[in-house]
């Protein structure tokens, strides 16, 4: 079975510059997640989602953050624009719903803004 | 959510057995216990969830006393693998799903020598 799915797994971009990241869950798993980990912390969790609904978002900062969840599969994380002290690896984390299920996590996005 | 406290760092050589104490003295009733494991450049990863007493999986053993005010996270013959970033949660789900969220930590970076 595919585990998660994240990309681009390395990102450079310059401050101002809008970037994105792409997320594709285990299938089946309703529940997703994105977290935000910075250099010698753990994740924070940035945003939930239950299928197509973000049932979960007091820690996205909407000025510059948005995500999507369209069709309740796949998810996309939006920076805009991007600033310095975004340069974290952004996470990407799945589960089923309602059974008890573990967090299954990609690999991350590495992202330095320069 | 109970907040926890654990080492920032510990040390270990191959063959020993390493036990990693987390305590969290406000967990509330409904709390379980979490630990989750992550290596560098990697997404956390599920090792062992707990309510009380001792559960034992092909990974490792969750001691929980009877106040439930600490936990211990016992890995038996360390391995140079297991030198990763062990992080301990608990709120009030089963394993990180749709029940909760996740709220993680520091964690304890445990370096396995030969």
């Known amino acids: 079975e595919a585990g998660v799915v994240q990309s681009p797994r390395y990102k450079i971009i310059e401050k101002k510059q809008p970037v994105a990241f792409w997320c594709n869950p285990i299938?089946?798993?309703?529940?997703l997640y994105w977290y935000r980990q910075n250099l010698g912390q753990g994740p924070e969790l940035l945003i939930r989602y239950e299928n197509e609904e973000a049932v979960d978002d007091s820690q996205l900062p909407k000025d510059r953050f948005s995500a999507e969840r369209l069709k309740g599969v796949d998810s996309t994380l939006k920076i805009q624009p991007a600033e310095l002290g975004d340069s974290a690896v952004y996470l990407c984390a799945s589960s089923l719903t309602r059974t008890g299920s573990e967090q299954y996590f990609g690999p991350g996005t590495r992202l330095t803004v320069t | 959510l109970a907040k926890t406290t654990q080492p920032i760092s510990m040390d270990s050589y191959e063959g020993q057995e390493v036990n990693i104490t987390c305590s969290h003295n406000n967990i509330a009733t409904n709390d379980y216990i979490t630990w989750y494991q992550q290596f560098p450049s990697q997404g956390p990863r599920f090792i062992i969830q707990?309510?009380?007493t001792k559960v034992t999986n092909e990974v490792a053993s969750l001691f929980i006393p009877a106040d439930r005010k600490s936990s211990t996270l016992s890995l038996p013959r360390v391995s140079l693998s297991d030198t990763a970033v062990y992080y301990c949660?608990?709120?009030?789900?089963?394993?990180?799903?749709?029940?909760?969220?996740?709220?993680f930590g520091k964690g304890t970076k445990l370096s396995v020598k030969p």
């Open positions: 707990g309510y009380k």
């Open positions: 299938s089946g798993h309703n529940t």
């Open positions: 949660l608990v709120g009030e789900w089963r394993y990180g799903g749709s029940q909760g969220n996740l709220i």
